[in-house]
């Protein structure tokens, strides 16, 4: 039962820190199930799933659209992210203060104002009214501003003896850049960019304030049409965990692939 409770040694079998891992996953787990059952439980609540139920193709188109927008917005905000952070470094003065103010601007105010603005002035001056297309490039551009001051941490977190050391050898600027700063940068950034990554899926529920039928809009419908709080946001909290968890999974697996002795 020891070996099952405590950090095996690193020697250990391969099957019994495989059990030990998930022995004390399932039990973390069933603390917290029951922590929450014994809760509702003392509530004494009416449970009426069968009339969400009905409504169970309205979620799952709604956390379809959720998907597609934040998978889009996670590819467009990291280039939007990688492009700033590299412009702020620049030389040439004007490019560096643009992606500063953008940088700034758009994480020292609230998202929900920046949509609005997005969508009912700039968007409408520029005749685009697809809503769906805003949206996702408004939440391009607000997680952007944060992956980029991300990547910057990552880039200058490397030591100015390293960048030294490659002049030395004979390393031009992009092998500088390939084989010393990318490697140690992408390994500082990993556990900021999951973390990033899990707010912009979050934020995406923001979006009802523009009409767009994401998945917290969907269940504020059918919260509104059944008058089940519980069985309505219950599904909504799962959604998410499923959009996000294999984030941190990922993100975990190349910390692994990436670390290395310094």
């Known amino acids: 039962m020891r070996s099952l409770l405590f950090e095996t040694e690193p020697n250990a079998p391969q099957a019994t820190r495989f059990l030990a891992k998930w022995f004390s996953v399932l039990l973390a787990l069933s603390l917290i199930c029951s922590l929450i059952l014994a809760a509702f439980a003392s509530l004494q609540y009416n449970w009426n799933w069968s009339s969400v139920f009905n409504y169970r193709n309205k979620l799952l188109g709604a956390w379809l659209t959720t998907l597609q927008i934040s998978s889009v917005s996670l590819v467009l905000s990291s280039i939007i992210g990688a492009l700033s952070a590299l ?55 607000f997680s952007g501003a944060y992956l980029s ?73 059918v919260n509104a049409a059944t008058l089940s709080s519980f069985e309505s946001f219950i599904p909504l909290a799962i959604g998410y965990l499923i959009l996000t968890l294999p984030i941190s999974y990922l993100s975990r697996y190349m910390e692994r692939k990436v670390s290395f002795d310094t």
């Open 149 to 221: 001051e991300i990547f910057r941490a990552g880039i200058e977190s490397v030591g100015s003896s390293q960048l030294l050391s490659a002049q030395a050898i004979g390393f031009d600027s992009y092998q500088t850049f390939r084989y010393i700063i990318l490697p140690q940068a992408l390994r500082q950034s990993l556990p900021a960019l999951a973390g990033q990554f899990a707010n912009l899926i979050k934020d995406s529920s923001l979006l009802s304030i523009i009409a767009i039928s994401e998945f917290t809009l969907a269940a504020q419908e």
């Open 87 to 141: 412009s702020s470094r620049s030389r040439f003065l004007p490019l560096r203060y643009l992606f500063r103010l953008y940088v700034e601007i758009t994480r020292g105010t609230p998202l929900l104002v920046q949509i609005l603005i997005y969508y009912y002035v700039i968007a409408d001056a520029a005749h685009i009214d697809n809503r769906y297309t805003v949206g996702t490039l408004v939440l391009s551009l």
